[in-house]
T-cell receptor, first 114, second 112 residues
Framework: DTEVTQTPKHLVMGMTNKKSLKCEQHMGHRAMYWYKQKAKKPPELMFVYSYEKLSINESVPSRFSPECPNSSLLNLHLHALQPEDSALYLC?????????????FGDGTRLSIL | KNQVEQSPQSLIILEGKNCTLQ??????????LRWYKQDTGRGPVSLTIMTFSENTKSNGRYTATLDADTKQSSLHITASQLSDSASYICVVSGGGSYIPTFGRGTSLIVHP
């Protein structure tokens, strides 16, 4: 089992809905990441939190809103999404933001926008 | 621009056979290179990580090599099993950023 837990595993929502994706890790990692992955493509970085502060936002549309309530939790709030936002959303964590720190990935949330 | 190129894009082999996946990168300065295995519908799982001074690293039937001079890496899978069917992603860190650069992956299918 992965040490990074993501819920829900699957989510189907309409374009007017508001939902949240959740990510949790208890490895004491201080950096957490959100990635978006389309089929047969590599993960694309969306956000990076370091010590619970947003350090990178890769020009992600405002309909995606990240939140880091504490060092173990990372949320991604969704509102007014578009069909092209359907993808696998992966959460990852690492000890710190040093490039030698490996990222540990969760199994993702499969999101479908109707 | 930091880039990671993987080949082949996809590969089909018979169970029990060996195979080698390739990764070329332009990331500079180089920090480390990782190979991940991603099963369908799952998140990537780290197989190996290598730094500049390491040429070879093994993890069971997986052996990764690194040539930092030519900026090439390979992942060799020995005696393939059906469970090896997955996407294998090469990820390179460096280039002045702690954000790694992902390759597009090689899709491996192992047939019985």
């Amino acid at each position: 089992d992965t040490e990074v837990t993501q819920t829900p595993k699957h989510l189907v929502m309409g374009m007017t809905n508001k939902k949240s994706l959740k990510c949790e890790q208890h490895m004491g990692h201080r950096a957490m990441y959100w990635y978006k992955q389309k089929a047969k493509k590599p993960p694309e970085l969306m956000f990076v939190y370091s010590y619970e502060k947003l350090s990178i936002n890769e020009s992600v549309p405002s309909r995606f809103s990240p939140e880091c309530p504490n060092s173990s939790l990372l949320n991604l709030h969704l509102h007014a999404l578009q069909p092209e936002d359907s993808a696998l959303y992966l959460c990852a964590s690492s000890q710190g933001t040093d490039s030698n720190q490996p990222q540990h990935f969760g199994d993702g949330t499969r999101l479908s926008i109707l | 621009k930091n880039q990671v190129e993987q080949s082949p894009q996809s590969l089909i082999i018979l169970e029990g056979k060996n195979c080698t996946l390739q990764c070329n990168y332009t990331v500079s300065p180089f920090s480390n290179l990782r190979w991940y295995k991603q099963d369908t519908g799952r998140g990537p799982v780290s197989l190996t990580i290598m730094t500049f001074s390491e040429n070879t690293k093994s993890n069971g039937r997986y052996t990764a090599t690194l040539d930092a001079d030519t900026k090439q890496s390979s992942l060799h899978i020995t005696a393939s099993q059906l469970s090896d069917s997955a996407s294998y992603i090469c990820v390179v860190s460096g280039g002045g950023s702690y954000i790694p650069t992902f390759g597009r992956g090689t899709s491996l299918i192992v047939h019985p």
